[in-house]
């Protein structure tokens, strides 16, 4: 009996560290705008910060854009390690393996676009973190 009361103490002792809270790691998006001297052309520097553990797996940045020139053209200037496409106005960063762990920086150039409508920008970034999907908004 004795040695079953043990082996349950221990047991109760051991569990709780493998049965411990997985929150997700805290994500944050800073969105800098840098003017080119060529009007209407800029560059978009996004940077993420990741505290608290590591975001990993597929993941997406996507971001709605709106121009006063129709005609803008958009190009990835960073990121060999995701895909890149500039569609209908939306910007989109995808990743099938990302290893997010403290800072990552992505970019792109848009040529042509005239004044960025700034009040329409809406941008957020997607992960799944303990099979929970987690999105964070543009700041």
């Not at 705008?33 to 975001?55: D, I």
């Not at 129709?70 to 190009?75: H, Q």
């Not at 403290?102 to 809406?122: A, F, H, P, R, T």
Request: charged fraction near 20%; proline fraction near 2%; hydrophobic fraction near 40%.
């Amino acid at each position: 009996m004795k040695r079953s009361l043990a082996a349950l103490a221990l047991l109760l002792l051991i569990v709780p560290a493998f049965a411990q809270d997985t929150k997700a790691p805290t994500v944050t998006i800073k969105r800098e705008v840098k003017q080119h001297a060529t009007p209407g052309e800029y560059e978009v520097v996004l940077t993420f910060t990741c505290e608290g553990g590591t975001v990993s797996g597929y993941a997406r940045y996507k971001e709605n854009l709106t121009f006063s020139n129709k005609n803008a053209s958009v190009t990835s200037t960073s990121d060999a390690s995701s895909s890149f496409s500039f569609e209908g106005g939306q910007v989109k960063f995808l990743w099938t393996n990302l290893a997010l762990r403290d800072m990552m920086v992505i970019s792109y150039l848009v040529k042509n676009g005239g004044e960025e409508v700034k009040d329409s920008v809406k941008g957020n970034f997607g992960y799944v973190y303990d099979n929970t999907k987690q999105v964070v908004a543009v700041h």
